[in-house]
């Protein structure tokens, strides 16, 4: 157990619906990153936040946002959903030792 | 794009040590080496990093060659458990920085 918490394990939604995912980074850790898992792209950083400010952004669409909140859990918003983002979605969260450790992930299945 | 490359997949007796190498030999001075495992579809685990020492955990040693530009992640007694994905990472010693995954290594225990 790496002490980051996921909600929702799995999510099934029909194209064109918006989705929220939640992350609960463990206790004292200031940054939460987010990724992506497909099956043809692997695993890639989506965004990262820093104590509540984003810090760095990677493969993200439009379509998607993140933020994290005063008490540090994150959120990512999937809006505008296609097939193409049926994925498993991962966040990490760190201290500034910088070692990041993995939820068990949200699996979004889009219909 | 990751800067490491890995051995697509690799088998191994249960029981004996398994060794995963890992190139990369365009590793800067300030980088380091981060190795993940990743066990069906289960949110990556961390098992290691190092600068330039060899280090040992409860879990694995890392072993990396002096002039820096490969290493070795040895499991030193492999078991059913240990089937996963392995991912060789380096990265930045200095700031929060995101993960570049790339395809890993498929190590497969076989009893």
């Known amino acids: 157990d790496s002490g980051v918490t996921q909600t929702p394990k799995h999510l099934i939604t029909a194209t064109g619906q918006r989705v929220t995912l939640r992350c609960s980074p463990r206790?004292?850790?200031?940054?939460v990153y987010w990724y992506q898992q497909s099956l043809d792209q692997g695993l890639q950083f989506l965004i990262q936040y820093y104590n509540g400010e984003e810090r760095a952004k990677g493969n993200i669409l439009e379509r998607f946002s993140a933020q994290q909140f005063p008490d540090l859990h994150s959120e990512l918003n999937l809006s505008s959903l296609e097939l193409g983002d049926s994925a498993l979605y991962f966040c990490a969260s760190a201290t500034n030792q910088e070692t990041q450790y993995f939820g068990p992930g949200t699996r979004l299945l889009v219909l | 794009d990751a800067k490491t490359t890995q051995p697509t997949s690799m088998d191994c007796a249960e029981g004996r040590a398994a060794n995963l190498p890992c190139n990369h030999s365009t590793i800067s001075g300030n980088e380091y080496v981060y190795w993940y495992r990743q066990i069906h579809s289960q949110g990556p685990q961390y098992i290691i990093h190092?600068?330039?020492n060899n280090e040992t955990n409860e879990m694995a040693s890392l072993i990396i060659t002096e002039d820096r530009k490969s290493s070795t992640l040895i499991l030193p007694h492999a078991t059913l458990r240990d089937t996963a994905v392995y991912y060789c990472?380096?990265?930045?010693?200095?700031?929060?920085?995101?993960?570049?995954f790339g395809k890993g290594t498929r190590l497969s225990v076989i009893a």
């Open positions: 190092g600068l330039k």
């Open positions: 990472i380096v990265r930045p010693a200095s700031g929060n920085t995101p993960l570049v």
């Open positions: 206790s004292g850790d200031l940054s």
